[in-house]
């Protein structure tokens, strides 16, 4: 039995490897963020397993569950809507509960949105902190305060609904002329990527409205 994390593309159904269609086709079940999603890429590939939902809504209350069925398999796949499950997405709960009861977990290599957006910034990358989705309320201040002292380069997710509020709080804690570089819909089709001192891709955003997802790259202090 065991639990094996399956990175899925972020945009361009391309961005799979061999491997993780071979491991997803000879998989006993699937743990879906999203099943309608993951059902798209499965019919695009042609791989016909049962598939189950697991997302942050639901994660705490069927871990349990989840745990029992994986002990019933010899092979559980976990994905994500898109990108490397875990990384701002369900999974980290699920994989520590699985290393205390035993339960063999592998990572495939693979998919995720910060690496493209922090090598394409043009900021130094040779040691950055994640952050992640930012907290929309409690501790989202201190976060940047941190962001305005920091000697390393920041990677943040953020959602076309909260960019400019994001990008008003970088420009008021970390100054306007912060280097900084947005990246959205990385892989798609209307990939941008956006760059210059925080007031000015601010200003462009305030002119531009902000569609897709977005990777925002914060040059140290």
Do not use: W
Not at 104 to 126: D, M, N, Q, R, Y
Request: with cysteine; charged share 25%; glycine share 6%.
């Amino acid at each position: 039995m065991r639990l094996v994390l399956v990175p899925t593309p972020i945009g361009n159904l391309e961005d799979i490897t061999l491997r993780a269609l071979r491991v997803m086709k000879e998989c006993d079940v699937i743990l879906a963020e999203d099943t309608r999603e993951t059902k798209k890429l499965m019919a695009h590939y042609n791989i016909d397993k049962p598939v189950s939902s697991f997302h942050l809504n639901n994660e705490h209350k069927i871990l349990r569950s989840t745990i029992e069925r994986i002990r019933m398999n010899q092979c559980t796949v976990l994905v994500s809507d898109a990108g490397t499950p875990a990384i701002s997405d369900p999974g980290f709960l699920l994989v520590r509960e699985c290393i205390r009861e035993g339960i063999e977990v592998e990572c495939l290599p693979g998919a995720t949105a910060f690496v493209p957006a922090i090598v394409i910034s043009g900021l130094p990358c040779e040691s950055f902190i994640y952050e992640g989705f930012l907290p929309h309320k409690k501790g989202r201040e201190t976060r940047f305060k941190k962001m305005a002292v920091s000697e390393h380069t920041t990677v943040l997710y953020e959602s076309p609904h909260r960019l400019i509020k994001t990008l008003e709080q970088l420009v008021q804690f970390c100054g306007s002329d912060r280097a900084i570089s947005v990246s959205r819909e990385l892989s798609k089709k209307f990939e941008e990527t956006v760059r210059g001192s925080a007031q000015e891709v601010l200003t462009h955003f305030q002119t531009h409205e902000p569609r897709g997802e977005f990777v925002v790259v914060v040059g140290a202090a």
